[in-house]
């Protein structure tokens, strides 16, 4: 389950934590915010600095729970896959049943901390084939297999499996069926720390990649077919298989039901959690790992000549507390699109942070954090009707997730200058609210590369992307309706991003349009 990072979580073996500084090399090229012809219906809500995200426990008694997948047959049930090689069933009305819908306990290999049953993926046509996918490490060697199984009591069938012996960590195990009818399997890059086989960047290797097979058939000797339009079909040294490279282990990826997008959670090494963004139908990306972690050179001896890599689209630091990025899924419900329509939900094992990301209309993202989700939350899933549940890994619970309004009481305007390896952030803060705000702490996140060197106005302090300012002695309490000055002077890797996710003593500000 982690990527770009194999340390700090109780779910994700723990590695020693290794830094690296950044190098003299061209940054990634910014990803854009795919465009969609729901970008206008997914703006004009009210900011996310407003929303806060709860959950409510519905299931408990789970063995460390790592998926979570609802079938379109008109039962109202999810099926939810435990580690050890179970996959119970869930009904809201009469809770969670006693007896699995499949035990492969035998047939998997759950040794290792992220060894287990990782990943399941429903059939298109599930309400009538009866079958689904499972992504698994195997007995008796642990390689990561991917197997169709159908619910008539029959075995698994394997259609592949990628040799991963050396290392229990970095598995993968996400699949999901894309808008394209294929299926899609995110594999790590073989475990270890540093990523020793420099799997990432191979495309000789299924490690280190998502992967785009068609199981609707076979071709010749494959249990499934290649799809022509792969990137890579027909490459020298490649495998066909692979839709995108670069990656460390993308534990969790979805697609928006909307417009096809890709999302991707890809955990790092212990520098940069990230998440990425690509169109429908983007593939041959390389997302930089391990050349890159987020916008850093992570091993400058990993990168090769001439490659171009995709920026993520949001990192954050492990240093605040967090370790290993569990990607989520974009919310398509009813119940709350008034609130989070269209917006991207994400966590993290550790700190449990909620992370929301949505269009601003201009190619960009609006991010805020809007609450915290239960300890130690290894997957996100959808009912039909798009409501999102998660599960948590311990003590093992399923949990329903819900949205509110809250009133902020401060807002933020702001306004940067950059210029060469440098940048200026000004940043003016009001009180919204009707009580002073005294010995103020205003808290916000800085793009990866970013290093703030000096200020005014409040004292800085960094760690990672995690930026305090603390009022000074003279501003220190603001009243209603007053404002403050402060701003930055800092050095950039190439990401010249404003800061996000600004919050008062605790509480989100909303970000003043400009």
């Given at each position: 389950m982690s990527r770009r990072r194999s340390s700090l979580s109780g779910l994700l073996l723990a590695l020693a934590l290794l830094l690296f500084s950044p190098a003299a090399t061209a940054a990634p090229a910014p990803a854009p915010n795919p465009a969609?012809?729901?970008?206008?219906?997914?703006?004009g809500r009210v900011p996310l600095a407003e929303v806060t995200a709860t959950t409510?426990?519905?299931?408990?008694?789970?063995?460390?729970?790592?998926?979570?997948?609802a079938p379109d047959d008109g039962t109202d049930r999810l099926f939810v896959v435990e580690k050890p090689g179970r996959v119970r069933v869930y009904h809201p009305?009469?809770?969670?049943?006693?007896?699995?819908?499949?035990?492969?306990?035998?047939?998997?290999?759950?040794?290792?901390?992220?060894?287990?049953?990782?990943?399941?993926?429903?059939?298109?046509?599930?309400?009538?084939?009866q079958e689904?996918?499972?992504?698994?490490?195997?007995?008796?060697?642990?390689?990561?297999?991917?197997?169709?199984?159908?619910?008539?009591?029959?075995?698994?069938?394997?259609?592949?499996?990628q040799e991963h012996a050396e290392y229990g960590n970095h598995n993968g195990g996400q699949l999901?069926?894309?808008?394209?009818?294929?299926?899609?399997?995110?594999?790590?890059?073989?475990?270890?720390?540093?990523?020793p086989f420099r799997s990432g960047q191979r495309l000789d290797t299924l490690l280190g990649k998502i992967l785009r097979l068609d199981v609707s058939r076979s071709c010749g000797d494959l249990a499934y077919c290649v799809p022509k339009d792969n990137p890579f079909v027909g490459k020298e040294g490649a495998?066909?298989?692979?839709?995108?490279?670069g990656v460390r282990n993308p534990w969790r990826f979805s697609f928006d039901r909307a417009d096809g997008s890709l999302w991707i959670g890809d955990v790092g090494q212990g520098r940069w959690e990230e998440i990425d963004h690509l169109a429908r139908g983007e593939g041959g990306k390389n997302l930089g790992w391990s050349c890159?972690?987020?916008?850093?050179?992570?091993d400058e001896t990993h990168c090769l000549p001439g490659e171009k890599h995709t920026a993520p689209v949001f990192t954050y630091s492990p240093y605040t507390g967090g370790c290993s990025v569990i990607g989520g899924t974009v919310y398509r419900g009813k119940e709350y699109a008034d609130l989070v329509g269209g917006t991207y939900l994400a966590t993290d094992y550790c700190s449990n942070t909620v992370w929301a990301l949505r269009s601003d209309g201009e190619g960009g993202y609006e991010?805020?954090?809007?609450?915290?989700?239960?300890?130690?939350?290894t997957s996100f899933g959808a009912t039909v009707d798009g409501e999102l549940y998660v599960v948590n890994d311990l003590p093992g619970g399923l949990h329903r997730v819900s949205f509110d309004k809250r009133t902020s009481t401060c807002r933020v305007a702001y306004s940067g200058n950059a210029w060469g390896t440098g940048l200026k952030g000004e940043i003016t803060l009001t009180n919204t609210g009707t009580t002073p705000v005294s010995d103020w702490q205003l808290a916000f996140n800085v793009a990866g590369g970013q290093s703030v060197s000096s200020g005014w106005g409040a004292t800085f302090t960094q760690k990672g992307n995690a930026v305090t300012a603390d009022g000074a002695s003279y501003n220190g309490t603001i009243e209603p309706g007053e404002s403050v000055e402060l701003g930055y002077l800092a050095g950039h890797a190439g990401n010249t991003s404003p800061p996000t996710g600004f919050a008062l003593n605790g509480g989100n500000c909303v970000v003043a349009d400009d």
């Open positions: 969609s012809a729901t970008e206008a219906a997914d703006t409510t426990q519905v299931a408990s008694g789970l063995r460390r729970p790592t998926a979570v997948v009305e009469t809770g969670l049943a006693e007896e699995p819908l499949l035990d492969l306990t035998s047939r998997i290999d759950s040794s290792a901390n992220e060894r287990g049953l990782l990943g399941i993926a429903l059939a298109p046509d599930f309400a009538e084939s689904l996918y499972l992504a698994y490490t195997a007995l008796p060697d642990g390689a990561v297999t991917l197997a169709r199984q159908r619910l008539d009591g029959s075995d698994p069938e394997v259609l592949l499996s999901a069926f894309g808008p394209d009818g294929y299926l899609y399997w995110a594999i790590g890059d073989g475990g270890g720390s540093g990523d495998r066909g298989e692979i839709w995108l490279y890159y972690e987020g916008w850093e050179v992570f991010q805020a954090e809007i609450g915290e989700m239960p300890t130690q939350v």
